[in-house]
């Protein structure tokens, strides 16, 4: 990311780390496992704490290098605390006409004009630091947008997206650039600062002129800048590794999975074991559909670690509409024979009243809660107005598709024996002690 | 899977009967039927057929007492269905019954409805409500009823529901206020024959069962309250028969028969879990039970579902010159509807005078229209003029009627009241019609025809 002096200009100021790490060596090789879990602690919420040891943070880089990205380490916005996203590396970014199948996620016409009168706010001067720049607000970006001719709630609704994707975030009504905007490719920010003046900077004035409070003394605090934290040395790369590269850009960055034929690299058994070892490094791993197409997802280890961690999982209501629409998109149609095939593909669209039909649930809460699935990955909205099954539902690993299968069970029938004989052997104990301790739970619910 | 050879079918199976109807329910959601179906289908009948005849077994003469066609079966629980609909408290007769069944929307063909009615006649399902003969009307006997639906139930529960059934019956008789200890004993008895028949069974399945089958068994037998009713059973048997050393046993026996069917049960769960689920199917539970957590389940319940589900999205692709067109030349989609223009002012902004004056611009037309058919004189015959077709025939009558009721017109219409019937011409039917005008000469007001064609003529300027 471009900072006040060139778009090239992030190397550290204060440089804590190697300007190129050395390959890892056998001492170093046990940070490689958590590095893997801090590249997927990133993807799974946008960033992570860097104050964590350099030997990870080395490990992670290193991973991340073999990929075409790149660790950057940014500040966060009123305050000290430092934290890590990731970027490209030089020169590489996703090509959105290569596979035609799965192209890159994309923001929507109004999406990108609330952004770029974000960016025009936090980003009055061509020549500053665009990250995280200045505050602006809500308000501000509101009025500015609609001047424009946009409507309020799709600028209201574009604002939530573009903060779930990290693109701005927001503390009460003042907003300022996310990190996933500091993560964008060099190329993008060089773009971006040579068409600074055909930002929307007239509309923002005209509308922003009585409210705004932002100061220079303010702008000039907040300037802090991001550094690219340096991988591997740059070296030769075969063509090998760039078949690698582009296997693991297309499929990390695609929104679904993408059809064998994008991706004929991966016929190849050295390529695709290459391509499985990189994603590793990063946490991830090789999934094939049961469409037969290939896609990404957490490693098994990895995901069960970021569990644990509670690092990017779902909250409690955003679970519970996960397990209606569940029921109500698959379950219940393939139990009736309605639908075969693969369920985690799922077709079967469900509206929101049918959703709200639970007694718990009142459609405020499945109306909001389903905001975060789709944010998630594991919703998508159909143009009729239904839900379905997200992409991110496709890029469960085979057990992961089996538990929550699983959890499906437990949910229709939760004091059978196949419930109880499910928590025994997640639990590790016998059936019989989670058949008790199903009983006792059933008996207090009365 | 056991099937009967045709050519052993009893003697009550009528030739050319299969399957002419879908079932009275109606209901269930329709899909692309495919080869697959019909062997799905094939596959669900035979297994229909096979436990019927191992229901009928105990009843049946021989083995090829049993139908082969389960809507023959289906048949006889809508015919309790036309019973509870139909009016009727004397029974229904034959005709009756088929009129009903067919109104419930089976098709089956009239003969095969007539000779399965006199097949359940002969066994005794459906009884005369006189003993008189050729009185005609019939009720069910109420034993037919019970086999009627057993036989539905049977085939959806694989027999558990005599299992809950026996478990019930057992509990019922031993709170009692002096439960009979030979009761007592032959109910548990009957209750540990169940487990040990279903037990068995599981271990054929667990052994050599399909995956289908071993899901079956899940659907069916899944019910971790049997354990919890067999020791409350064992409970009270202890409580009511303390030093009744025959029924303690027979209480034991029954827990160590439910531990057995219990360990069954759980082996074949363990085996479709170790399958992967069988494919991940969803058919080990009911549909119902589905729905049920869809509607009824708590929030604390669902959150279950997921809790190791992590947020998988990929970041955003940037591209700047699109995101610099969408701000030079971005245009909303318009969701409102857009008002037309504004009328321009008009001379008469009164809608009453406005109103008026189209009244009166629509009376001018109708006179010259009619005038135009006189030309000039004082009476014309419409007849000719309305046979030219129904489009002019409507205009003509429509408008003479029109200024014949009004009192300011100098106009009569002369309605004859015989028809007119012409097949070959335009107007094949009319009313012949003379139009006369009462402001000329002749009729009393003193108007010359050259007053008149002057009145016509300021009219139409």
Redesign the interface.
């Known amino acids: 990311m471009p900072d006040s002096t060139g778009d090239r200009n992030l190397i550290p100021q204060e440089p804590a780390h190697p300007q190129s790490l050395p390959q890892p060596t056998a001492a170093e090789s046990p940070h490689a496992a958590d590095g893997a879990v801090l590249l997927a602690r990133i993807r799974a919420v946008g960033s992570t704490p860097a104050d964590v040891a350099a030997s990870t943070i080395a490990a992670a880089a290193r991973a991340a290098g073999q990929v075409d990205r790149q660790l950057i380490e940014v500040a966060v916005p009123g305050g000290t605390r430092r934290i890590l996203a990731l970027g490209w590396a030089e020169g590489a970014a996703p090509d959105p006409g290569q596979h035609q199948s799965a192209p890159p996620r994309q923001l929507s016409p109004v999406q990108l004009l609330t952004w770029a009168t974000c960016l025009a706010a936090a980003w009055p001067r061509a020549e500053a630091d665009p990250y995280p720049g200045a505050p602006f607000r809500r308000e501000d970006v509101l009025r500015a947008c609609i001047g424009m001719g946009a409507h309020d709630r799709t600028v209201v609704a574009a604002l939530r997206i573009l903060s779930q994707a990290g693109m701005i975030r927001f503390t009460g009504s003042v907003g300022r650039l996310g990190p996933a905007a500091a993560a964008l490719p060099h190329d993008t920010w060089s773009a971006l600062r040579r068409m600074h003046d055909r930002l929307p900077h007239a509309a923002l004035q005209q509308h922003a002129a009585a409210s705004t409070g932002t100061t220079d003394s303010e702008y000039s605090e907040t300037v802090s800048g991001a550094r690219q934290i340096p991988g591997p040395p740059a070296g030769p790369v075969s063509v090998h590794d760039t078949l690698v590269r582009a296997a693991v850009t297309a499929l990390e960055n695609a929104q679904g999975p993408v059809a064998r034929s994008d991706l004929g690299m991966l016929a190849d058994p050295a390529i695709r074991r290459a391509t499985e070892s990189a994603l590793a490094d990063c946490g991830r791993a090789l999934v094939l559909t049961q469409e037969g197409s290939w896609t990404t997802g957490y490693s098994d280890h990895i995901a069960r670690t970021l569990a644990r961690e509670q690092a990017g999982t779902l909250g409690k209501e955003q679970r519970a509409v996960l397990a209606l629409v569940l029921l109500r998109a698959v379950a219940i149609p393939r139990a009736q024979g309605r639908l075969d095939g693969a369920w985690t593909s799922s077709s079967h669209p469900v509206t929101l009243d049918e959703l709200a039909a639970n007694r718990q649930l009142s459609h405020t809460k499945v109306s909001d809660a389903l905001q975060g699935l789709r944010a998630a990955g594991y919703i998508a909205s159909t143009p009729s107005g239904g839900y379905v099954l997200g992409p991110a539902i496709a890029r469960l690993s085979p057990a992961g598709v089996e538990g929550l299968w699983e959890d499906l069970i437990v949910l229709a029938r939760p004091y059978g024996y196949m419930a109880e004989r499910i928590r025994a052997r997640r639990s590790g104990t016998s059936a019989a002690d989670a058949g008790r301790r199903a009983n006792v739970h059933k008996e207090e619910r009365g | 899977m056991v099937q009967d050879d045709p050519a052993s079918s009893g003697a009550d199976d009528v030739p050319g009967e299969k399957a002419a109807w879908s079932g009275t329910d109606g209901q ?2 329709q ?1 692309q039927p495919s080869l697959l179906d019909d062997h799905v289908e094939a596959l669900a009948v035979a297994e229909q057929v096979a436990t019927w005849r191992a229901f009928a077994a105990p009843l049946a003469a021989d083995s090829g007492a049993v139908v082969q066609d389960p809507e023959l079966v289906k048949l006889a629980a809508a015919i309790l269905a036309v019973y509870a609909d139909h009016q009727s408290r004397r029974g229904l007769t034959f005709a009756q019954l088929g009129d009903g069944l067919r109104r419930l929307g089976i098709r089956v063909p009239r003969g095969a409805i007539d000779a399965r009615l006199e097949h359940l006649h002969r066994m005794g399902f459906l009884e005369p409500y006189l003993p008189k003969m050729y009185q005609g009307h019939y009720i069910v006997r109420p034993a037919g009823l019970a086999g009627a639906l057993a036989a539905a139930r049977v085939t959806e529960r694989g027999g558990v529901d005599e299992l809950i059934l026996l478990l019930d019956r057992t509990r019922t008789t031993l709170g009692a206020r002096h439960p009979d200890s030979g009761q007592v004993l032959t109910h548990l008895n009957s209750c540990r024959h169940a487990l040990m028949v279903f037990a068995l069974d599981l271990h054929r399945r667990v052994a050599a069962g399909t995956a289908a089958e071993l899901i079956e068994a ?1 659907r069916q ?5 049997f ?2 009713q067999v020791v409350e059973l064992n409970e009270m048997v202890t409580a009511q028969f303390s030093r009744n050393h025959e029924l303690e046993e027979a209480g034991a026996a029954l827990i160590e028969a439910e531990q057995f069917y ?1 360990s069954q ?2 082996a074949a ?2 085996k ?2 170790a399958q ?2 069988g494919g ?8 119902a ?11 604390d ?24 067109e ?3 030349t ?3 989609r318009s ?1 409102t509807r857009v008002r037309p223009p504004e009328p321009t002012g008009t001379e008469h902004p009164d809608p009453l005078a406005a109103a008026e004056e189209a009244r009166e611009a629509v009376r001018r037309y109708r006179r010259l229209g009619l005038e135009a058919l006189l030309a000039g004189a004082s009476e014309v015959d419409l007849t000719p003029h309305m046979q030219q077709g129904w489009d002019a025939a409507a205009r003509i009558i429509v408008d003479a009627l029109a200024l014949d009721a009004d009192p300011d017109e100098p106009f009569e219409l002369d309605l004859s009241e015989y028809l007119l019937i012409s097949p070959g011409a335009p107007v094949t039917y009319l009313h012949p019609a003379r139009l006369i005008r009462t402001d000329i000469p002749g009729h009393g007001d003193g108007l010359t025809p050259e007053d008149s064609a002057q009145h016509g003529a300021a009219d139409a300027g």
């Open positions: 269930g959601p899909r899940c037998h899944d019910h971790s309250s354990t919890r219990r049960v759980r769960i363990g479709i879990l992967g689920g991940l199917n969803f058919d080990v539970l009911t549909p039970e589905y729905e049920a957590a869809a509607v009824t389940a708590d929030m319940l669902l959150a279950e579902v997921g809790t190791g589900l992590l947020a998988d999205m990929p970041g955003v692709h940037l591209n700047p010159e699109a995101l610099i969408v701000v030079e971005y245009q909303p969701r």
